[in-house]
């Protein structure tokens, strides 16, 4: 007897290069190449928002709208921050995601680990893989800070056979992991998430290194980071930093993905763990437990971390509010006044939980007005109701 095979193996993944359903929105996540493209019109993040019903599926319950840290950071049932005893080299940060991918592997909780190494020829153009050995995973460390199709590899995962699997990916390719996850065949999904926003495409992040860096290139690695600077890392190891009030805002406006510029998954509300950085000191990662699963994610690599309470100093309204308009009338100060305003905010500006709360207004607002300039037929659907609360506390411009 043959077992009817189920609906999505008769669909066909689009070409590479044919539009998406998504069209210009699209964030190349990957799900369209493969045959679940369909589910699409269900599972796309930029076609159907379903923040709470996706978070009750996942974590048991969809956000508390009374309470603040989880209108801001998501479900959770701990966060801290924390960093590696021992740095893996060459890591974006301290490498704890792919410490616990490689803890989780070693430890047979999973078979396999989709992440995303780089291509031969391009240190910054992903390619996604199924990795089955810890060497595989370690290859995939460091962000490749362009839209990545993370989900390309899923039908490889139902043709392997796999059961138990561990997904790293970014808000967008999580969203539509979770809308599926009951048809890839597994028995268990772990899902290890990292925040993300301002994601470009390759040539835009080729003109982005370009406007920005002394030497484009040669950067091998770099970060927005809490002391409102950009860290470029270069090939020979020197670091540069530019300010992030000096950044060529004019030359750059358009240079972020319409994908991120109307996302409100910043911090990756459907992942089981979250590893990021923007609520923890600098130097430190910032960990969101949103679940159990997460929980057993976190304590296979427990006794290799240094780990302390979230704190928050600081208010972050004036700041987000004074942005608003400086962001949309494309301010650019001279780098003088840019390296100053920076010394200071760094000084008594905002800094751990109150930091993530400024990266989040910044861009929720900026987005905000982002959909309802360029999609007002979208606004009410597919902005989430977190997020609508959030951009409300602000005064916008039309
Ligand atoms: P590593 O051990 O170096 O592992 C990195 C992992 O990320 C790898 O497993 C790889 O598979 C995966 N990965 C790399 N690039 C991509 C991609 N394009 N899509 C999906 N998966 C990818 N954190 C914040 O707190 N605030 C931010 O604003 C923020 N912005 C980010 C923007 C982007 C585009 C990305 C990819 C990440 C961002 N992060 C942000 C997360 C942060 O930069 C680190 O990735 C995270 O703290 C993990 O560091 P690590 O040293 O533990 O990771
Ligand atoms: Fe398809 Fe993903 Fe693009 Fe949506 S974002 S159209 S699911 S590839």
Known sequence: MTLAQPPHNKAKAL???????????????????TYYIH???????????QFPTLE??????????EAENDVYFGVHQDMMAARKQQP??????????????IEMLTQGLVEGVVCVQNTESDRFQPQPVLATTPEEILAARVNKPTLSPNLS??????????????????????????????????????????????????????KFLETTSRSPDT???????????????????????????GLKTNQLKDVFAPSCMSCFDYVNGLADLVVGYMGAPFGWQWIVVRNDRGQAMLDTVMDQL????????????AAVQQSIP????????????????????????????EYARFSIDSHFTRNYLYVKRNYPQKLAAHVPEFAKRIVSQYKLPD
């Open 15 to 33: 070409r590479p290069g044919a539009t998406r359903p998504a069209k210009e929105l699209c964030s190349e996540c990957g799900f369209c190449d």
């Open 39 to 49: 589910y699409v019109k269900e599972a796309c993040a930029f076609l159907n928002q």
């Open 56 to 65: 009750q599926q996942t974590h048991g319950r969809s956000r508390d709208l």
């Open 88 to 101: 893996i080299e060459g890591a974006q940060w301290t490498g704890i995601v792919s410490t616990i991918a």
């Open 153 to 206: 590899v899923l039908e490889q995962v139902e043709r392997s056979g796999m059961k138990r699997l561990l997904v790293i990916g970014v808000g967008c390719q999580i969203q539509a992991l979770r809308a599926v996850e009951k048809q890839l065949g597994l028995e268990q999904l772990y899902v290890l998430g990292t925040p993300c926003v301002d994601n470009v495409s390759r040539a835009g992040l080729q």
């Open 219 to 245: 950067v091998v690695h770099y970060e927005f980071m809490q002391d409102f600077r950009v860290h470029f890392k270069h090939e020979d190891g020197s670091t540069e930093t530019v300010p992030f009030f």
């Open 306 to 317: 240094d780990t302390q309470p979230v704190m928050s100093v600081g208010d972050r309204k």
């Open 326 to 353: 400086a962001y949309d009338k494309a301010v650019t100060l001279p780098m003088w006044a840019a390296k100053l305003m920076g010394v200071v905010i760094e000084r008594i500006g905002p800094k751990g939980l």
